[in-house]
């Protein structure tokens, strides 16, 4: 649900373009660090194949994700895609042997050259009018049969504590759902050995932690 919002209200992608040049990227990168630990940590010993994995971080920020698991054991090739045209160029700024790992694009109509075998993406699938449509996209198009899609969320119906953010940053489009429509989202679009549990549930007061969703693309039989 995306209620009408103030005209002064802007999208995500032009929202996160100043927070990259205001350097705000570091501070989610210290604020996701455990989240996104905890995410790795499942789906990196899961992927079909260990010894040579690709990787995508869908909306990466300033790319520190990319960095992280390029370095990991097994993995062949690892790329980030944004919409915020300074959040890839501080990506490529801090990764110049690597600038063309990083890609500017929407996420809704973007897709790879080749289909990934891991998809990750932290605390990026709400800011579309429709979640449900791409993770459907994301299944459709990014994933290779037997690949893995892991979200992390902290903006969801249950965590009320984040309920005002919307309002707190002027963001244009914030779509709210449960943890049960995103599961169903999962679910709907294709996804099976689907899974969800929480990040550092109650570690602060009323916080109801990140939100993680993760699936895999079915392999043909
Ligand atoms: C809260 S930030 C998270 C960044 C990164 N995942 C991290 O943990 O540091 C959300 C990011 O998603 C990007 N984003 C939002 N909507 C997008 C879209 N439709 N296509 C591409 N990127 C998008 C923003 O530009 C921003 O960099």
């Known amino acids: 649900m995306t209620h009408s919002t103030p005209p002064s209200f802007r999208s995500p992608i032009d ?7 205001q350097g705000k990227d570091k501070g989610m990168e210290t604020g996701h660090a455990r989240a996104v630990a905890n995410m790795l940590d ?7 194949s260990p010894e040579s994995f690709s990787f995508l971080d869908a909306g990466c920020g300033n790319g520190w994700v990319v960095r992280n698991v390029r370095e990991m054991a097994g993995c062949r090739m690892a790329m980030g895609v944004d919409g915020a045209e300074a959040m890839i160029e501080k990506a490529q700024s801090l990764d110049p042997e690597h600038s063309d790992s990083y890609q500017c694009a929407d996420l809704m109509t973007w897709t790879p050259e080749q289909p990934l075998d891991l998809v990750h993406s932290m605390e990026v699938f709400y800011y579309v009018e429709d979640p449900a449509s791409l993770i459907k996209h994301a299944f459709e198009q990014w994933i290779a049969p ?6 992390g969320v902290d903006f969801y119906r249950e965590n009320t504590v984040s309920h005002d953010w919307q309002e707190q940053c002027g963001v244009d489009t914030m779509t709210l759902l449960s943890q049960g429509e995103w599961m169903n989202a999962m679910d709907q679009a294709g996804f099976q050995e689907c899974e969800h549990w929480r990040v550092d549930q109650h570690m602060k007061p009323d916080w109801e932690g990140t939100l993680v969703l993760t699936g895999v693309v079915p392999s043909p039989k």
């Open 146 to 151: 037997g690949g893995r899609l892991i979200l």
């Open 15 to 21: 929202v996160f373009g100043d927070w990259a040049l």
């Open 42 to 48: 499942f789906a990196i010993p899961r992927v079909q």
